[in-house]
């Protein structure tokens, strides 16, 4: 079984432990309004490019919307079977929903007071890394500072401006990951001069 695939239950087992309506660390949704976002995405294509396309943005909320009216059972068992046998997104699952289920699932555990990072085995950390080298460039790609990402065993990529003042993110590769992907409720050390983190910090880096 992928990580993708582990990730996704794992998700679906957490959301049905905290219940519908507690928070998560993706904006102010709900786990309810999360789960209808992971179902629209899979499951409809005419509604689902509205996540990347601003202009079709308000026909995405409101099919997101409808979907979350639906009852939590039924929403997390879309999740849990995956995208239909048609999706485009099949073929790909390990490819597009490596990020995406790791990420959210974080999103719904971290959610809780007292959270702790999960110690993650070291092929899932090496493929988390893996992960982040593909999105490195695109996340960064406006960052007003060079980023530094490194791992605590010294694996490192560059990303952002190409000159000036440098930012380092030091940590693992599942925690580097969802700084990247726009989450604060990371275990990153931050090092650089003042005014380049503070640059840094100030970015959108939402997804």
């Not at 999103?107 to 999105?135: H, K």
């Not at 990153?188 to 100030?202: D, I, N, W």
């Amino acid at each position: 079984m992928s990580l993708a695939q582990r990730e996704r239950r794992s998700l679906v087992a957490t959301m049905s432990t905290v219940g519908p309506e507690a928070p998560t660390r993706c904006g102010s949704w709900t786990v309810r309004e999360l789960a209808a976002h992971l179902v629209v995405r899979e499951r409809r294509p005419d509604a689902a490019p509205g996540i990347m396309v601003p202009a079709l943005a308000g026909h995405l909320a409101a099919v997101q919307a409808s979907y979350a009216g639906r009852p939590f059972a039924d929403l997390l068992e879309q999740i849990r079977t995956g995208p239909p046998w048609w999706s485009p997104l099949r073929p790909v699952d390990a490819l597009v929903n490596t990020a995406e289920y790791f990420v959210h699932h974080e999103d719904v555990r971290r959610g809780a007071p007292g959270w702790r990072p999960r110690e993650l085995p070291a092929a899932d950390e090496a493929q988390l890394w893996r992960t982040l080298r593909r999105m490195a460039a695109l996340s960064y790609r406006r960052a007003p500072v060079s980023v530094v990402l490194r791992t605590p065993e010294g694996d490192e990529l560059v990303a952002g401006a190409k000159s000036g003042a440098a930012v380092t993110l030091t940590g693992p590769p599942s925690e580097l990951l969802l700084y990247t992907m726009g989450r604060d409720e990371v275990r990153v050390e931050t090092t650089g001069a003042r005014e380049a983190v503070a640059a840094l910090t100030a970015f959108d880096r939402s997804v």
